[in-house]
């Protein structure tokens, strides 16, 4: 009986872990449609790569267990994609249902501070929630051209 569990719970994990996976792809889709979306009409469109870090276009056999991205770089896509002040419990949040990640808070707040440091991310003091910089949203958009 409790092989039948343990066959089933991690399963289940896999399962849930593609999801997360699948769910990291469609963001990223929807915000390659937004940033279509966003571009001029006197430009002529521009082919976005179809691989870009974190897009994940892996056959379900061949997805990896840990995603290649840094903390710092999933921290950085969550918050371009929520376009709003976030919470660290937020933030934490949107990486695990992203990536399927669960980011002890002890790894996460180096990050955030490092992020803060490289002039990437800032502390809304009045929402007490971070956002990103303008300079990093902007950078972040030029890429998506």
Do not use: C, W
Request: glycine fraction near 2%; charged fraction near 30%.
């Amino acid at each position: 009986m409790s092989e039948t569990r343990d066959f089933l719970k991690q399963r289940r994990l896999l399962l849930e872990r593609k999801i997360a996976l699948l769910n990291a792809e469609l963001e990223e889709v929807r915000l390659a449609e937004r940033a279509l979306e966003n571009i001029k009409s006197d430009r002529s469109e521009r082919q976005l790569p179809l691989m870009t870090p974190g897009f994940v276009t892996l056959a379900p056999a061949l997805v990896p267990t840990q995603s290649p991205l840094t903390i710092k770089d999933k921290i950085v896509r969550v918050m371009f994609r929520a376009q709003k002040p976030l919470s660290s419990r937020a933030i934490l949040k949107l990486i695990h249902q992203h990536y399927g990640d669960e980011l002890p808070r002890t790894s996460f707040s180096p990050q955030i501070s490092r992020l803060k440091q490289e002039g990437r991310v800032q502390l809304n003091k009045e929402l007490k929630k971070y956002e990103l910089t303008p300079k990093e949203t902007q950078r972040l958009q030029d890429q998506l051209k």
